[in-house]
């Protein structure tokens, strides 16, 4: 399980703070099914929220215990029903190029009467 220094972790609980759940774990729990689609969320995103369905206090740690273990992932934050999870990206999905959105040109100065007048 990777550590996360208190720093660390107040600034991923900052990014996490407008991130919607990508994963959920209903009532079958923490199956094979769920912690391939975690990877898979962790991989491309590296930092997530996950829903748990359930009252249980004690099976949401353990949970989010089970996950971090397995995937080698670092706890962020338990809020209640939500689990926030961090896994940095592997080194060579780091050489790869990041795609950037195409930048659009500034907007013109609007003309309006009083510019025209003169």
């Known amino acids: 399980m990777l550590q996360l220094s208190s720093d660390e972790r107040r600034e991923l609980r900052a990014r996490a703070h407008n991130l919607n759940p990508v994963v959920s774990i209903a009532e079958n729990g923490l199956t094979e099914a769920v912690l391939k689609e ?10 997530i929220k996950i829903r748990v369905y359930g009252d249980s206090r004690e099976n ?6 089970q996950i971090c273990k397995e995937l080698g992932a670092a706890p962020v934050q338990q809020i209640g029903k939500l689990l926030v999870v961090y896994r940095p990206a592997p080194a060579d999905a780091a050489k790869a190029p990041k795609i950037t959105k195409p930048r659009r040109p500034a907007p013109k ?5 009083r510019s025209l007048q003169g």
């Open 109 to 113: 100065a609007r003309q309006t009467k």
């Open 38 to 47: 975690i990877e898979v969320n962790l991989r491309a995103h590296e930092l």
């Open 60 to 65: 949401r740690a353990a949970y989010l215990e």
